[in-house]
């Protein structure tokens, strides 16, 4: 599966913005879905991940309740809409996918889309 991230972009403290994850070559439903981000200087960390049907979901603790990731297996994409964005949560975003396991996890993700930059001004 090819993944595509876009919806990336500059924002000020308190804004919002919503990525999207175009899936191609295979259907997304086969997939449990993931968001990842990487700051400059830091190692790539854990956003949220979403089960195949869309009915289970998890985050990382410094962005529940700020962020929601949704699936549209219709339309193959995957979403993360990021609300009360802070300056910390600047990154390259990244969305990947896995294969085999049906359950929300926050490893072994085999596939991975380019990358989309978000930048929070204070």
């Known amino acids: 599966v090819q993944l595509q991230a876009s919806g990336g972009g500059m924002v000020q403290a308190g804004g919002s913005l919503r990525l999207s994850c175009a899936a191609s070559g295979r259907t997304l439903s086969s997939y449990v879905m993931g968001w990842f981000r990487q700051a400059p200087g830091k190692d790539r960390q854990f956003v949220a991940a979403?089960?195949?049907?869309?009915?289970?979901?998890s985050y990382a603790d410094s962005v529940k309740g700020r962020f929601t990731i949704s699936r549209d297996n219709a339309k193959n994409t995957v979403y993360l809409h990021m609300n009360s964005l802070k300056p910390e949560d600047t990154a390259v975003y990244y969305c990947?996918?896995?294969?085999?396991?049906?359950?929300?996890?926050?490893?072994?993700?085999?596939?991975w889309g380019q990358g989309t930059l978000v930048t929070v001004s204070s």
């Open positions: 990947a996918a896995r294969s085999v396991v049906s359950v929300v996890t926050s490893t072994g993700y085999d596939y």
């Open positions: 979403v089960n195949r049907g869309g009915g289970s979901t």
